[in-house]
């Protein structure tokens, strides 16, 4: 997932999932959905914002078989 910050911690724009196209089943469209509202839920993010360049755009990655 591809997001960018403000400076407040709040997300600027929508989280792109990457490599939307790749998904070989719905379960694993589900997955990265739900991945996309819990990075939009969250907000707005504690960030240092002394530290705002390292973290103004951030890609996150996430596999669901990770989880167990």
């Known amino acids: 997932i591809e997001m960018q910050f403000n400076q407040d911690g709040t997300l600027n724009g929508y989280p792109k999932i990457v490599n939307e196209g790749s998904f070989k089943n719905d ?33 996150m990655k996430f596999n669901p078989k990770d989880m167990f």
């Open 27 to 59: 379960y694993e469209r589900a997955a990265a959905e739900s991945a996309r509202r819990a990075v939009l839920q969250c907000q707005p993010y504690k960030l240092p914002v002394a530290k705002y360049e390292r973290w103004r755009e951030v890609t």
